[in-house]
């Protein structure tokens, strides 16, 4: 698959006459809870040759693909700079991937580097608590495998906001990582159970279900009042654009 998956973005490259600096994979198989049919999820940051940022070109911010189960999506580097800008939570998690398929060094290092020193702990906190009440509060069932995803989504979310409120760090992707730091026993327990079963396809009665869900809200709301406490900040714009444009003069191509 990786070598499927090296083609798409060559050929991504040879037909949007671009620069991939950086690519890997997200999504279930990196978080650690995929099924056998999960598909790959890729993500990417690319350059335009430099003439297009010099001239009159409308450059392209954006590209998406899909073939077959590889869904591949790329940000354009200055695009990804601007999200960065506002703390942007997926561009963190790509950085932060475990299956690299294509890198320029030391480009993921640097930007890296960038996001764990400047990145707003408010603004990564507000994204992950979005997603658990959207995905745990909310849900009344798992009667289909998208509820179970969700509900998923909604753990991993929950145990980010844990990792950032004790380390004051970009949480790591993977599951496994963010359980380690865990304190609360029973409800870990729990959690890793759910998991297996998922990647099992065993079925997940409701009464494990509204447990496991209502443990999920007694912890957040009791590291709602850790959270409270942490001071925003904002990236430097002037540090991001060097980078822009140290990595543009890098791969120029007139």
């Not at 506002?86 to 991937?97: C, F, G, T």
């Not at 849900?139 to 509820?147: A, F, G, L, R, V």
């Not at 995803?149 to 950032?164: A, M, P, V």
Request: charged fraction near 30%; charge should be positive.
């Amino acid at each position: 698959m990786k070598e499927k998956i090296l083609e798409l973005l060559n050929e991504i490259e040879q037909q949007y006459s671009i620069h991939i600096l950086y690519a890997c994979e997200l999504g279930s198989r990196v978080y650690g809870y995929n099924q056998a049919q999960s598909d790959y999820d890729i993500r990417f940051i690319f350059t335009h040759p430099i003439k297009k940022y010099l001239g009159i070109y409308r450059i392209t911010e954006t590209i998406e693909m899909k073939k077959g189960e590889i869904e591949l999506h790329g940000w354009e580097l200055k695009k990804a700079m601007k999200l960065s800008l506002k703390s942007n939570p997926s561009l963190a998690e790509w950085l932060n991937s475990s299956i690299i398929y294509k890198e320029t060094t030391p480009f993921r290092e640097e930007l890296q580097h960038i996001v764990e020193t400047s990145y707003s702990r408010v603004t990564l906190i507000k994204h992950y608590a979005g997603i658990f009440q959207k995905n745990i509060q909310r849900s009344e069932n798992i009667s289909t495998y998208k509820q179970i995803k969700s509900f998923l989504h909604g753990l991993r979310s929950l145990l980010c906001i844990n990792y950032i409120v004790k380390k004051k760090d970009i949480p790591p992707v993977e599951l496994e990582h963010l359980l380690i730091i865990m304190d609360e026993e029973e409800l870990k327990t729990n959690i890793k159970s759910f998991i297996e079963k998922v990647k099992d396809r065993k079925i997940i009665n409701e009464k494990e279900f509204f447990i496991l869900r209502d443990q999920s809200v007694t912890f957040f709301n009791k590291l709602q009042n850790e959270f409270k406490k942490f001071e925003h900040i904002v990236p430097s714009i002037e540090l991001l654009n060097d980078f822009v444009l140290k990595w543009l003069w890098e791969k120029r191509e007139f």
